[in-house]
């Protein structure tokens, strides 16, 4: 249980530094009025990994993490790394809890179900934050940093988190169902949640 526990804490490092990477060097950065940018990129992808992998605690700590580093780095974005961490983690929270609480993927061996509900966890966790984002983001920007822009930047984040969402959630799932049977082999498959019976 305790070497677990450190190959998780590990392994949030290890997505944290992932996320971070994907975010800051692999993203498309767009320049929007007023100084401010959004951006299309894969971190969110990383982050539902992390969440399928790790658990929604561990795996989005670690993309929060890392994507929260990414904003304090950028002299554009470092003013949103709080908004970010929030975000971030919660996409690993729903994720985690569609994933592991109502689905249970890593209990079952039905490779159909498997799919299903990873698939449904990571449209939950990205859905959530194609919401969230924008919407968190337009209220940060007005009430936090009183930015007039607001109004102006909220359809082209809207835009850019929606693509995000369909990109990663395609991602992810393809990943996570790819990766699965080397975590097993490896001894790296972390069986979460708890169950009463294994289908």
Same mark, same amino acid.
């Given at each position: ?17 992932? *996320? ?13 009025? $007023?100084? /401010? %940018?959004? *951006? ?9 990994? =992390?969440?399928?992998?790790?658990? $929604?605690? &561990?795996?989005?700590?670690? =993309?929060?993490? =890392? ?6 780095? /950028?002299?554009?974005? !470092?003013? &949103?790394? @709080? ?25 079952? *061996?039905?490779?159909? #179900? ?7 966890? %990571?449209?939950? =966790? ?6 969230? /984002? @924008?919407?968190? $983001? &337009? ?11 607001? /109004?102006?930047?909220? +359809?082209?984040?809207? +835009? *850019?988190?929606?693509?995000? %969402? !369909?990109?990663?959630?395609? !991602?992810?799932? %393809? ?5 699965? @049977? +080397?975590?097993?082999?490896? $001894? ?9 019976? !294994? #289908?």
């Amino acid at each position: 249980m305790r070497n677990e526990k450190v190959q998780k804490l590990v392994m949030t490092g290890v997505f944290a530094a992932l *996320s971070y990477v994907v975010f800051t060097f692999l993203q498309i950065k767009i320049t929007l009025p $007023g100084g /401010d %940018a959004t *951006s299309i990129h894969l971190g969110n992808a990383v982050c539902v990994l =992390g969440a399928l992998i790790l658990g $929604g605690l &561990y795996g989005g700590i670690g =993309g929060a993490l =890392g994507m929260t580093i990414g904003d304090i780095f /950028d002299p554009v974005y !470092v003013v &949103y790394a @709080p908004k970010t961490f929030l975000l971030k983690l919660c996409i690993g929270l729903i994720t985690g809890l569609i994933a592991h609480k109502c689905g249970k993927i890593t209990h079952i *061996s039905d490779k159909k #179900k498997i799919f299903q509900w990873t698939l449904l966890a %990571a449209i939950g =966790g990205l859905a959530f934050n194609m919401v969230a /984002d @924008p919407l968190v $983001g &337009y209220f940060y920007k007005l009430l936090i940093l009183g930015k007039p822009a607001a /109004d102006i930047t909220l +359809a082209w984040n809207i +835009a *850019s988190t929606s693509i995000n %969402a !369909v990109l990663s959630t395609i !991602v992810a799932v %393809a990943v996570y169902m790819a990766l699965r @049977p +080397a975590l097993q082999k490896a $001894g790296l498959f972390f069986k979460l949640g708890k169950t009463d019976a !294994v #289908k």
